[in-house]
């Protein structure tokens, strides 16, 4: 398992916006830091919630791995396959177009693959730069997202959009999302209490200058804990697509847990 | 020929009493049992009611059930399928979901869970096979759960 800690970041961080994978592919960090303040996104929930207490992490994460309950299963039951931003600065709509990807697998509705592109398209004015990630999901929240169906995953330009993208766009919002707020002393013990409850949570780290989706907390040894995610760099990267950010350098600078997608089967 | 062949029985008896074959029986009596249909369950509809704001005070083992891969595989060989012929009815939402886009029955249960359940706080379960089923608290624990979704769907 390829985990990412103090020891080891450096080797993962990029350099003017370029890291090498571990595959050898080229890939562009895109991803802005936050900027929002709590409270002002539109569908957003405050994070207003008790933590589950730290004591309680170890036996809850055996309990749901014991139960099938972790996301990483979920995924893989419902053949939600790693997405591959390829070459693209879209991490940030990757990472959002995952998130409402697990939230629909997780409320039991029909698996349909959505599409990165018609996320990152609007919001960049159809361009290949770097976005802010809340800007992803207000897009997500307001408009929706396509199936690649409609509109290929890492499209850039209007010009690859089908007719029909937007009606079926309508079908896959987000309609509630808790805004975690940016890093403090208690961004992991938030992140990792919606992990416990089966919500993924899409972050942004500003040393990666990259988005991903944290899906599961696991422990990593006796009481070090750190976060299952998933890259967008294809099944090649880390283990089937998923490596671990251990706390510390794991614990993200902004992010946002998707609750409820729209309840729509196609 | 007709008229030995009552001869011909009664020898015959005589002879397979004699050898042992079939002994009267002695003891008591054997019980009558009725012979009962199999009983038959139908595809079973669920639905489950959570909120996403207290669910971080459940108990391990019930938000394990939550989200269990039994509860998941269970629903998918045994629920009916939605009107895109392929998609079990099974769906889990918070109290707020918007179900408009969804089949009538899978409202229908969710109505009937928002109704009933929204007061207690916990997480809510209907399970109904179209002329029967639970509505009330989820259970504590997969084995629970297991048991309520067997006893309206089968094993």
Same mark, same amino acid.
Request: a neutral charge; aromatic letters at 8%.
């Given at each position: 398992?390829?985990?990412?800690?103090?020891?080891?970041?450096?080797?993962? @961080?990029?350099?003017?916006?370029?890291?090498?994978?571990?595959?050898?592919?080229?890939?562009?960090?895109?991803?802005?830091?936050?900027?929002? /303040?709590? +409270?002002?996104?539109?569908?957003?929930?405050?994070?207003?919630?008790?933590?589950? /207490?730290?004591?309680?992490?170890?036996?809850?994460?055996?309990?749901?791995?014991?139960?099938?309950?972790?996301?990483?299963?979920?995924?893989?039951?419902?053949? #939600?396959?790693?997405?591959?931003?390829?070459?693209? *600065?879209?991490?940030?709509?990757?990472?959002?177009?995952?998130?409402?990807?697990?939230?629909?697998?997780?409320?039991?509705?029909?698996?349909?693959? !959505?599409?990165?592109?018609?996320?990152?398209? /609007?919001?960049?004015?159809?361009?290949?730069?770097?976005?802010?990630?809340?800007?992803? !999901?207000?897009?997500?929240?307001? $408009?929706?997202?396509?199936?690649?169906?409609?509109?290929?995953?890492?499209?850039?330009?209007?010009?690859?959009?089908?007719?029909?993208?937007?009606?079926?766009?309508?079908?896959?919002?987000?309609?509630?999302?808790?805004?975690?707020?940016?890093?403090?002393?208690?961004? $992991?013990?938030?992140?990792?209490?919606? !992990?416990? !409850?089966?919500?993924?949570?899409?972050? @942004?780290?500003?040393?990666?200058?990259?988005?991903?989706?944290? #899906?599961?907390?696991?422990?990593?040894?006796? +009481?070090? $804990?750190? $976060?299952?995610?998933?890259?967008?760099?294809?099944?090649?990267?880390?283990?089937?697509?998923?490596?671990?950010?251990?706390? +510390?350098?794991?614990?993200?600078?902004?992010?946002?847990? /998707?609750?409820?997608?729209?309840? *729509?089967?196609? | 020929?007709?008229?030995?062949?009552?001869?011909?029985?009664?020898?015959?008896?005589?002879?397979?009493?004699?050898?042992?074959?079939?002994?009267?029986?002695?003891?008591?009596?054997? &019980?009558?049992? &009725?012979?009962?249909? &199999?009983?038959?369950?139908?595809?079973?509809?669920?639905?489950?009611?959570?909120?996403?704001?207290?669910?971080?005070? %459940?108990?391990?083992?019930?938000?394990?059930?939550?989200?269990?891969?039994? %509860?998941?595989? =269970?629903?998918?060989?045994?629920?009916?399928?939605?009107?895109?012929?392929?998609?079990?009815?099974?769906?889990? =939402?918070?109290?707020?979901?918007? %179900?408009?886009?969804?089949?009538?029955?899978?409202?229908?249960?969710?109505?009937?869970?928002?109704?009933?359940?929204?007061?207690?706080?916990?997480?809510?379960?209907?399970?109904?096979?179209?002329?029967?089923? =639970?509505?009330?608290?989820? &259970?504590?624990?997969?084995?629970? %759960?297991?048991?309520?979704?067997?006893? =309206?769907?089968?094993?």
């Amino acid at each position: 398992m390829l985990i990412i800690d103090e020891s080891n970041w450096r080797d993962h @961080a990029g350099e003017n916006g370029v890291v090498i994978d571990g595959g050898g592919q080229r890939r562009v960090m895109a991803c802005k830091p936050r900027r929002a /303040p709590v +409270g002002s996104l539109k569908y957003a929930v405050k994070p207003e919630f008790d933590l589950i /207490p730290r004591n309680e992490y170890s036996s809850r994460i055996k309990d749901i791995k014991a139960a099938g309950a972790d996301t990483r299963t979920l995924l893989k039951e419902k053949r #939600i396959p790693a997405f591959d931003q390829q070459q693209t *600065s879209t991490c940030h709509a990757q990472s959002c177009a995952l998130g409402v990807m697990a939230s629909r697998a997780r409320q039991g509705e029909a698996t349909v693959i !959505l599409s990165p592109g018609s996320i990152s398209g /609007p919001i960049t004015g159809y361009r290949d730069e770097g976005a802010y990630i809340e800007d992803d !999901l207000r897009q997500v929240a307001d $408009f929706g997202v396509a199936t690649i169906d409609f509109v290929p995953p890492n499209q850039i330009s209007r010009r690859g959009w089908k007719p029909g993208a937007e009606e079926n766009a309508k079908l896959h919002r987000l309609t509630q999302w808790i805004d975690m707020g940016s890093k403090d002393s208690q961004m $992991f013990d938030r992140c990792a209490t919606q !992990l416990l !409850l089966g919500n993924p949570v899409c972050v @942004a780290y500003d040393w990666w200058e990259h988005a991903v989706t944290l #899906i599961d907390l696991v422990e990593i040894s006796p +009481g070090v $804990f750190g $976060f299952e995610f998933r890259n967008s760099w294809g099944a090649t990267y880390g283990d089937d697509g998923y490596g671990v950010l251990a706390e +510390g350098r794991g614990t993200p600078n902004a992010a946002y847990s /998707p609750v409820q997608a729209t309840a *729509s089967t196609y | 020929m007709k008229k030995w062949l009552p001869i011909i029985l009664a020898l015959l008896a005589s002879v397979i009493a004699s050898s042992g074959c079939v002994r009267p029986h002695q003891g008591p009596p054997i &019980p009558v049992v &009725p012979i009962v249909a &199999p009983i038959v369950t139908a595809p079973i509809r669920v639905v489950i009611v959570k909120d996403n704001a207290t669910a971080n005070r %459940l108990p391990s083992a019930q938000l394990a059930a939550l989200n269990s891969s039994n %509860l998941r595989n =269970y629903c998918q060989s045994h629920c009916q399928l939605g009107p895109d012929g392929r998609t079990p009815e099974f769906r889990t =939402y918070t109290w707020d979901a918007d %179900l408009r886009m969804q089949s009538q029955g899978i409202r229908d249960a969710f109505n009937d869970a928002v109704l009933n359940g929204k007061s207690s706080g916990v997480p809510w379960l209907v399970v109904n096979n179209g002329t029967t089923g =639970y509505s009330g608290p989820f &259970p504590a624990t997969d084995a629970d %759960l297991m048991a309520v979704l067997k006893k =309206y769907g089968g094993e």
